[in-house]
Nanobody, 126 residues
Framework: QVQLVESGGSSVQAGGSLRLNCVAS????????MGWFRQAPGKEREGVAT???????TYADSVKGRFTISVDIGKNTLYLQMNSLKPEDTAMYYC????????????????????WGQGTQVSVSS
């Protein structure tokens, strides 16, 4: 059973940085597409970034150039480095995984991901 546990969320001022962590267990990283999603109050959950075994990454247009997704296979940990944070980045951030060697064949949608963490809150004030 795949288990995902996020941490690193906090309250920061606009322009600041945060790094989110997601420790994974019960799976083999190379067989999964991993991703970060977020959900703001009153809004639908949306994709932020994905990464696969080949290191191929995908980013939402709203975070390109500011956020970086990465993985430490030895630590079974997925990261999301968030720089130049904006108030509109305020949301609950979720780590997710789905069985696929390549993220390119997985629609960039929450419906396409099977396993989810409990979320970590990011709040950005102006």
């Amino acid at each position: 059973q795949v288990q995902l546990v996020e941490s690193g969320g906090s309250s920061v001022q606009a322009g600041g940085s945060l790094r989110l962590n997601c420790v994974a267990s019960g799976y083999t990283y190379s067989r999964y597409c991993m991703g970060w999603f977020r959900q703001a109050p009153g809004k639908e959950r949306e994709g932020v970034a994905t990464i696969d075994r080949y290191g191929s990454t995908t980013y939402a247009d709203s975070v390109k150039g500011r956020f970086t997704i990465s993985v430490d296979i030895g630590k079974n940990t997925l990261y999301l480095q968030m720089n130049s944070l904006k108030p509109e980045d305020t949301a609950m951030y979720y780590c997710a995984a789905t069985p696929s060697f390549k993220c390119a064949v997985v629609p960039f949608s929450p419906d396409s991901f099977t396993y989810w963490g409990q979320g970590t809150q990011v709040s950005v004030s102006s």
